[in-house]
């Protein structure tokens, strides 16, 4: 093995050469300013690790940004920045905890590589979005890399006073400075890099009335209040029904984004989702969307993925949950969603993915979110609605702001309704040819 090689054993082989397997950062603390004129971030990251296994130095990973100075435990150290990576040399020892502090500027700019496309900080025509998944963090902040490294955060962004900036947290305040607004943010729920994201618009916020915790919409005053409360205002409902169906909402509030510019598709953050403003409609295509990012929240952002093969488990799961939102809010029921997939995904190719492990240029594809729904459906229809709810929602509450594998959900599986169900749904996750549509036994 190269030494290139060993450096990246620990890599999750979808996102190579990304996080460092030796360390863990527990706390992130950011302080930020940006100036939205000229695309110019100025940073100073502070980062609380712990080591995890001996090793002869740390290596961080930072993108298209220039580091100035790095302070390990607030003394000056040597670093090398090479390809994205920034890595000091020291030996250092199991369980040492040590900060690591990282000054750096520069324009950032989306990261992009050929299987896994683009993503990360994006100017838009006024502002900016930060669409990390899977590989975007590292555009605007150092960080370890690796989606089963989750860690709070502390975060103060500084803009033009003209401009909001929404951040993955619960926001602390805002202060003004010259001709500068800081905004504090807080996030006290442990989360991975990949989720982490900040937006920057000329944005007013509307807050939703009636949800369990705040539900509000950030959105250019060029949407009326009406328009969003008759699309987004939706968000209240299809939160008190998901935590119905699975638990209490895991985090503190749900913020909706939504961009001046359109987005293709919207993308789902800690406590926060971002929309084009095409998707400010009421029609299906819209509501579905806006119940699969919510859904997000439990399956994906509190419940996470070790390694970023089994995707199927946030994205089967959410796309599941569009089928009970179209049943909940009367447009059609989930056997009828079910039996229009099966018959959609029946004329496309099969052979080219299984989807417990459906390869970097496939995590994505439509057909894992078909296909993980279906299977979630053949499940339910075993066990009956009751035991799988519980099955699902003491799923979602053990591991509760964890991480977790394809593995540890067909233990969770066979341990509360049988091996079975575990039979039942091994075709579904490791062969590739389609089973037969699941639907109500007929005897
Ligand atoms: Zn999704």
């Not at 740390?58 to 920034?86: I, N």
């Not at 070790?306 to 799961?317: A, K, M, S, Y």
Request: aromatic residues 10%.
């Amino acid at each position: 093995m190269s030494k290139s090689a060993a450096l990246h054993a620990g890599s999750d082989p979808y996102v190579p050469r990304h996080g460092d397997p030796n360390v863990e950062v527990l706390h992130y603390d950011l302080t930020l300013a940006y100036k939205v004129e000229g695309n110019r971030l100025d940073g100073d990251a502070i980062l609380t690790c712990r080591v995890l296994a001996e090793t002869d130095g740390l290596h961080l990973d930072l993108h298209g940004l220039h580091p100035q100075k790095v302070f390990l435990d607030g003394r000056a150290h040597r670093f090398t920045h090479l390809r994205g990576r920034l890595s000091v040399k020291r030996p250092l020892t199991a369980g040492t905890e040590l900060t690591v502090r990282v000054k750096y500027s520069g324009k950032p700019r989306p990261i992009s590589t050929r299987t896994l496309g683009s993503a990360g900080w994006e100017e838009l025509e006024d502002g900016v979005i930060v669409a990390a998944q899977p590989h975007g963090a590292p555009t605007w902040f150092p960080c370890n890399d690796r989606p089963d490294n989750k860690a709070t955060y502390t975060l103060r962004f500084s803009a033009p006073p003209d401009y909001t900036v929404a951040v993955s947290g619960e926001l602390q305040g805002t202060s003004r400075k010259g001709n500068a607004v800081t905004w504090s943010y807080e996030q006290a729920v442990p989360m991975p890099t990949y989720l982490a994201t900040v937006q920057i618009g000329r944005y007013r916020r509307l807050e939703h009335a009636g949800g369990p915790v705040p539900v509000r919409t950030i959105a250019p005053p060029t949407f009326s209040a009406e328009d969003l409360e008759s699309s987004f205002g939706a968000q209240t409902a299809m939160l008190t029904f998901f935590a119905g169906l699975f638990g209490d909402y895991p985090f503190a509030s749900y913020t909706a984004v939504i961009t001046e510019d359109e987005l293709e598709i919207p993308l789902e953050s800690q406590g926060l989702s971002t929309f084009g403003s095409n998707f400010v409609d009421t029609d299906w295509e819209s509501m579905r969307l806006i119940a699969h990012e919510l859904s997000h929240q439990w399956f994906g952002n509190s419940v996470t993925l070790q390694r970023w093969q089994d995707i199927w488990l946030h994205e089967g799961f959410a796309c599941y949950c569009e089928w009970l939102w179209a049943e909940e809010s009367g447009i059609s029921t989930v056997q009828a969603e079910v039996e229009k997939h099966h018959e959609l995904l029946a004329g496309l190719p099969q052979d080219d993915l299984q989807l417990a492990d459906p390869g970097p240029e496939l995590m994505f594809d439509d057909r894992v979110y078909k296909r993980g729904a279906l299977a979630v459906h053949a499940l339910r229809l075993h066990c009956g609605d009751e035991r799988f709810f519980a099955l699902v929602s003491g799923w979602l509450t053990q591991h509760r702001a964890g991480n977790v594998s394809t593995e540890m959900f067909l233990e969770h599986v066979g341990r509360e309704a049988g091996e079975e169900a575990v039979a039942l749904l091994s075709p579904w996750l490791f062969e590739t040819e389609l089973p037969s549509c699941p639907g109500p036994a007929s005897d």
